[in-house]
């Protein structure tokens, strides 16, 4: 496998060099650089090589592809430039088509790989969805090898309920309704966390390359691969469950890869050269656990089973939704919600879920200082109509 993911890195190398040399000037020449010519010429090039010939044509044709996609990418404008791969990039592997699976048992199944026969892998989602796979991928990433599975998106779920769900992600509650429910997403139980800390406190000390390295880096995989199973399994089962029992849910719009961003160095007036503190490091703290939730995971797969809208995310912690008052002294605590305008008390998650579903639902006209929504309401009353009507 280790030769199949060399081969195909240099053959998309090469390939990319060829596509690279193509210049505008050279754009009338009838040998236009595609997909079909480097294949062809690869058919060449393995009768030359013996090394080349040694390796599977698929896995070499896979590369081609890859490096053909990337380029249909870049010219819709969908992705960068197709870079150079290395070895040391932590995501070398190659593509597998025409997928072969066998199912040991609930947790095991089989792959069948170009030239190495049949290798076992662990399922990390149901069999159904697996044995369904189009395409796969297997990569090396941190001393252990990893087969990715392409699988046809599953039709949206219409629960038929009519009924529409305001949905709040926090930090502290995961997730939480209008309706009151309220869930946390797994982590680490305690025992892990700090085998984790220690085993990263140990990476540190060790010299790039060596077989100790290799096997701390493992067994900080098997960790992350756990957790991420665990949380995987969490947005799986919250999405589907959401998806099962409304027909529209309601989040807010939030951009996580700004909320992650680190935010930037103040100037002090006062003193040329000299910063003032920005609250990065508390923000910081904050990137992490906002990460480490699935926000981003959640909302893709929820938009991915079921009608969602989203709202403008101002102020939806710090607004009453009875009198609309927004003070950030309103939030008295983490859970604690209580209106200093009039006295409406309530779970603060829930009072947010509650914004977030009323922003849904109500007109520009009846908008308030924390509904800033940029697109007329019409567009989810739209949407609720066609969930209702479905
Ligand atoms: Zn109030």
Known sequence: MAMHADHARFIYNIALEQRSLWTPAKRYSPHKITYNTQARELTELRKDTDWLRAG???????????????FKRFFARQGSYPQFKSA?????????????????????????????????FRLSYPWA?????????ATFRAGLWHVSLTTPPRAKVF????????????????????????????GFSTGEQARFLALERKLATQ???????????????????????????????NTTSLARSYDLAVLENLQISNMTRKPKPKKDPEKA???????????????????????????????????????SPV????????????????????AVFECESCGHEEHADINAAKNILNRALSTPT???????????????IKHLQAAQAA
């Open 56 to 70: 599977s044509t698929v896995v070499q044709q896979g590369a081609l592809r890859d490096l053909d996609i990337a």
């Open 88 to 120: 040391m990039s932590g995501k070398d592997g190659f593509a597998i088509r025409d997928v072969s699976l066998r199912r040991i048992n609930r947790k095991w199944a089989l792959i069948l790989i170009p030239k190495v026969g049949w290798v076992r």
């Open 129 to 137: 969805e697996a044995k369904a796979a189009t395409s796969a991928r």
């Open 159 to 186: 629960a038929n309920t009519g009924r529409v769900v305001g949905i709040d992600r926090g930090v502290k509650n995961t997730v939480a309704t209008n309706e009151g429910n309220l869930d946390t997403i797994p």
């Open 207 to 237: 010299t790039k390359g060596s077989n100790r390295r290799q096997g701390t880096l493992k067994a900080l995989a098997t960790l992350r691969g756990k957790l991420s199973n665990r949380r995987t399994d969490w947005v799986e089962q």
């Open 273 to 311: 050269g000299a910063y003032l503190p920005n609250g990065a490091a508390a923000k910081a703290g904050l990137n992490r656990v906002i990460l480490a939730s699935c926000w981003g995971m959640f909302a893709t797969r929820l938009e991915q089973k079921m009608n969602v809208i989203k709202v």
């Open 315 to 334: 102020n939806t912690s710090r607004e009453c939704r009875l009198c609309h008052h927004v003070s950030p002294k309103n939030r008295k605590s983490q």
């Open 366 to 380: 009846r908008g308030h200082s924390g509904a800033r929504a940029k697109k007329p309401a019409s567009t989810p």
